[in-house]
T-cell receptor, first 112, second 116 residues
């Protein structure tokens, strides 16, 4: 079956600490993968998307980076977190459809 | 550039009443249109989508939406609200020209409250 796994589900990190959020998908090959962020007052914002291994496109300048080391693995990282990085991070996948995106359960990040 | 406007950040209905959530879009090319629902502390669940087939689209949980090109609208409706429909609803658009890689532009969301 087609599933999206995200972890951790909840994370509280101090300012200046590193971040790693992981997403893996099952039930597909060579999908398009996405990281979205949902933050108060800023709605749902596309951060990164990837059309293949090692191929990352950034949609907005920010303190975050993304990597896709394997076909079905997508990682969101930061070397030094800012307070403004707090939010709900959603991994998404098109499962090869090219036009319909499905979302994981999300990861809550609070930077303190 | 694409954009989505959801009219009304909060909508309140009584159980059994009609649900109408409004969405208008702007796109320079034919669009794909989507409605997603988000329950508290959860990810987004796809309700329905328009991808150039029938203009009246039926989705899960009794919801449907009609694509009206002349009005650039894609309003979401349900004939009879249920308490379990209380959630936040997002309208989204992506381009149909094959270059957008499925990237979505979202509206700001509408919180639906259902009163007993």
């Amino acid at each position: 079956s087609q599933t999206i796994h995200q972890w951790p589900a909840t994370l509280v990190q101090p300012v200046g600490s590193p971040l790693s959020l992981e997403c893996t998908v099952e039930g597909t090959s060579n999908p398009n993968l996405y990281w979205y962020r949902q933050a108060a007052g800023r709605g749902l914002q596309l951060l990164f998307y990837s059309v293949g291994i090692g191929q990352i496109s950034s949609e907005v300048p920010q303190n975050l980076s993304a990597s896709r080391p394997q076909d079905r693995q997508f990682i969101l990282s930061s070397k030094k977190l800012l307070l403004s990085d707090s939010g709900f991070y959603l991994c998404a996948c098109d499962f090869g459809s090219g036009n319909t995106i499905y979302f994981g359960e999300g990861s809550w990040l609070t930077v303190v | 550039a694409q954009s989505v406007t959801q009219l009304g950040s909060h909508v309140s209905v009584s159980e059994g009443a009609l649900v109408l959530l409004r969405c208008n879009y702007s796109s320079s090319v034919p669009p794909y249109l989507f409605w997603y629902v988000q329950y508290p502390n959860q990810g987004l669940q796809l309700l329905l989508k328009y991808t150039s087939a029938a203009t009246l689209v039926k989705g899960i949980n009794g919801f449907e939406a009609e694509f009206k090109k002349s009005e650039t609208s894609f309003h979401l409706t349900k004939p009879s609200a249920h308490m379990s429909d209380a959630a936040e609803y997002f309208c989204a658009v992506s381009d149909m020209d094959g270059t957008s890689y499925g990237k979505l532009t979202f509206g700001q969301g509408t919180i639906l409250t259902v009163h007993p």
